[in-house]
Structures are given as C-alpha cells and as structure tokens.
C-alpha cells in the first residue's frame, strides 16, 4: 500500500513509557492531524519516523518499502519545534538550498518574494518561524511532518499557513501537530490523539472529551 505507514512504535526515557504500541499513517492528498496533551509523546513520534529519535521498536515503511530512518529515504521533511535553518542564510539561498521542485511556486508567495536577500537573523522569531514552515512545506518530499507549524504565528499568519497545506495536499501527505487544536480540526482530513501512550483515532469533539484532552464543561 502507498504511503507512510508505522507502528508498533515504543520508545521509553528513563523506564517511563511514553509511546506504546503506536500506529499512525498517512497517504498523498492527506493531512492527518496528531494531538495531545503536553508530554504525551506527540515530538518523540515525529522524531522517530523522521530518525532523529531512535525508539524501542518500530515498524516504518515508506511506500511499502521498509526503511530504518525517515530522513535517509529523502521523500520525508520535518519542521522541528526549534529552528532548523542556519540564521546566516538569506531566504533565497535557503529556499535554493531546500526545494527544487516547487522552489517557484514558493518564490511567488509575498512573503518570500518581499524579503528574497533579508537574511534570518533579521527576522523576528514568528517571521523566521513563517519562513521555515514555508519551507517545509514546499521542500521537495512527498511527505511532510509538522511539529507545530502555527506557534508564534499571528492569526492571519495561521490561517496563510493552511491554505498552502491546502494547496500542497494533492501532491502530498502531511502528518501536524499543534495546540492551535481548531487549526488542527480545520485542516485535517482525519484526527490520531496520543493518551497513555497509545492511539485513538478521533471522529468528533465528543472523543476529545471522552479521552480527557478537553474539557467537559458540562460536568
Ligand atoms: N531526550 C529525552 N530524555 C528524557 N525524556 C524525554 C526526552 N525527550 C522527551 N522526553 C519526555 O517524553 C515525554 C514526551 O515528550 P514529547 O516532547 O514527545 O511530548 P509532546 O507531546 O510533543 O509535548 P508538547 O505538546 O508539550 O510539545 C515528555 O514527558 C518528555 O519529558
């Protein structure tokens, strides 16, 4: 079957188990949205399909090929929580650094095309977080994880973010978390929520509650 795909992922720090048998997948002309509370293990998972986070045990396939480490099959990207791009860079040798394939659909959005030789470390935190999420987005991997993508960004700037994932969809599958969790059901065709180290496919707000992510203010 197509697509990413892993499961059976269980990592734990320090003899705590934080993911337990983990299955998440997701196919192009797909965003499928991650929540959970804090510490709930959301980063790790990302970081061990990408490979930076080495689990317990895990099952990755790509395209229904096996692969160790997302990064080495060069068709995953990943927007950390940090950042990731050297601040020495201008916007222009760092897109022409990361995306080729749509390297002129991103050169035509304003903000790209406004600042092309400002370099990162003139940006303000949320500018230069803009910038990387563009990246990421428009890099050249068919799949895309999103550690959140909507942090420090004004409104406006959030809901620009979402119509270049909208945009993006048909020729990509994306797998984003975020706390900005309406963005999340907004944009995501389905919803995985991590609690006590396992996954629960989500159908409604209803399921939030039952499983303690939001509150119930009818109690
Ligand atoms: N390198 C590490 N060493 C020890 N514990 C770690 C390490 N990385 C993460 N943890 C712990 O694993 C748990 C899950 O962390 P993770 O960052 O994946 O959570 P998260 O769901 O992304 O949280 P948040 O929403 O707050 O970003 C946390 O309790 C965290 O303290």
């Not at 269980?10 to 337990?20: G, R, S, V």
């Not at 949320?126 to 563009?134: A, K, P, Y």
């Amino acid at each position: 079957m197509p697509g990413l795909f892993i499961d059976s992922v269980t990592k734990q720090f320090n003899q705590q188990a934080i993911l337990n048998g983990v299955f998440i997948n997701c196919k192009i002309g797909e965003v499928v949205g991650l929540l959970g509370r804090n510490g709930s293990g959301k980063s790790t998972l990302l970081k061990i399909i990408f490979g930076t986070v080495n689990p317990d045990f895990k099952h990755l396939k790509l395209d229904d090929k096996l692969i160790s480490k997302g990064y080495l099959s060069k068709n995953i990207s990943y927007l950390p929580q940090d950042n990731f791009i050297p601040m020495n860079l201008s916007v222009l040798q760092a897109i022409e650094m990361l995306c080729n394939t749509h390297r002129k659909d991103l050169l035509n959005t304003s903000f790209v095309s406004n600042n092309l030789n400002k370099k990162l470390r003139d940006f303000s935190g949320g500018e230069c977080r803009l910038l990387e999420v563009l990246i990421t987005i428009y890099c050249d991997a068919e799949y895309v994880l999103l550690d959140e993508p909507f942090s420090q960004l004004a409104p406006l700037l959030v809901d620009e973010i979402k119509i270049h994932i909208e945009k993006m969809k048909s020729l990509k599958g994306f797998i984003i978390t975020d706390h900005y969790f309406q963005s999340i059901l907004d944009i995501s065709d389905r919803i995985i929520l991590l609690h006590n180290g396992c996954n629960y496919q989500i159908q409604n707000r209803d399921d939030l509650i039952l499983h303690g992510y939001l509150p119930d203010f009818k109690e």
